[in-house]
Nanobody, 129 residues
Framework: QVQLVESGGGSVQSGGSLRLSCAAS????????MGWFRQAPGKEREGVAV???????SYADSVKGRFTISQDNAKNTLYLQMNSLRPEDTAMYYC???????????????????????WGQGTQVTVSS
């Protein structure tokens, strides 16, 4: 059974940085597609960033230039480096994985919750102003 376990969340002031990690119980390269999603109180879960096994990435417009997704197959771990954090980044962050990515007509990976079948339990990120 595949398990995804997130860590690295916490409280930080606006402008600060955090790095989230997602440890997978299976080889990360067995998941062609991995990503990060987040859900703020009272809001729907939204996609943040995804990466495929070739290293291609896609980001939500709200985090472009501030967040970086990466993976280390040797450690079976997915990362999300978050810089220049803002109060609106406050949310529960979830790691997700699936055996396939889906691409739009421009070749960008689609960041859609329904396309991912495996999920972690989440790690809380709180950014204060």
């Amino acid at each position: 059974q595949v398990q995804l376990v997130e860590s690295g969340g916490g409280s930080v002031q606006s402008g600060g940085s955090l790095r989230l990690s997602c440890a997978a119980s299976a080889y990360t390269h067995s998941f062609y597609c991995m990503g990060w999603f987040r859900q703020a109180p009272g809001k729907e879960r939204e996609g943040v960033a995804v990466i495929d096994s070739n290293g291609s990435t896609s980001y939500a417009d709200s985090v472009k230039g501030r967040f970086t997704i990466s993976q280390d197959n040797a450690k079976n771990t997915l990362y999300l480096q978050m810089n220049s954090l803002r109060p609106e980044d406050t949310a529960m962050y979830y790691c997700a994985a699936d055996r396939a990515c889906y691409y739009d007509g421009s070749g960008h990976i689609r960041i859609l919750e329904g396309l991912f079948g495996y999920w972690g339990q989440g790690t809380q990120v709180t950014v204060s102003s």
